[in-house]
């Protein structure tokens, strides 16, 4: 008799736990699993910081989020072998110099853990590579990875053959892939975040 006791105890237990689990389990799965999955792949952090920076600087926000998920990922401690720094991944020497055209009153490094700071310094430049490259957002895309300089002349090549900037136009892998890992990403914050962007 206590055999028989224990084992429907341990069933009742079992049974509670699987119940728990479904009542869990099936709101993340009650569209089909698709935006759960895809809320997965593309976080968003620090939503307030991207909506503001991109308003002060005229940017889309899902622009700025692809860029920070690809330099990335949301983590505002993320630090490159070059020594960039954040969540956009800025160098320390290319955030005084934003600074000082920015009118910031002062800079220090340690300014670019700051999600606020380092969100700005990077729709800064984003807004300045769009102005230079007449509003192409794969040219300063690219050039957030590559440089102004290297896309300026990729451009005029691209111009000369009578044409846009094109990925295949782009001689370097890593920027191809990056623009369209941003591109895409850019997509996906539109289509899935658009309403917490957009705030």
């Known amino acids: 008799m206590r055999r028989v006791l224990i084992g429907l105890v341990l069933v009742a237990v079992a049974l509670a736990a699987v119940l ?3 009542g869990w389990v099936a709101p993340l799965f009650a569209s089909g699993g698709s935006d759960w999955y895809t809320r997965t792949v593309y976080p968003l952090e620090h939503a307030d910081a991207i909506r503001d920076a991109a308003r002060r600087y005229h940017l889309a926000p ?19 072998s070059q020594g960039a720094v954040g969540l956009m991944q800025i160098l320390p020497e290319t ?19 700051d999600p606020r700071v380092n969100v ?10 769009l102005d230079a490259f007449d509003g192409d957002v794969r040219a300063a895309v690219a050039s957030y ?14 111009a000369a053959d009578g044409h846009a900037l094109r990925p295949r136009d782009i001689p370097y892998p890593e920027t191809q892939a990056y623009v369209k ?4 990403a850019r997509r996906v914050y539109r289509e899935t975040y658009g309403d917490r962007l957009q705030q």
């Open 181 to 184: 890992k941003v591109l895409k």
């Open 120 to 129: 700005r310094y990077g729709c800064y430049y984003l807004r300045q590579a």
């Open 145 to 158: 990875n590559a440089g102004m300089g290297a896309v300026s002349e990729w451009r005029a090549e691209a």
């Open 95 to 113: 955030a005084e110099q934003i600074a000082d055209e920015s009118g910031a009153v002062s800079f220090t490094a340690a300014d670019l853990e």
């Open 20 to 22: 728990g689990a479904a």
């Open 62 to 80: 899902p622009l700025v989020a692809a860029v920070v998920y690809a330099e990335s990922r949301f983590d505002e401690h993320a630090r490159s």
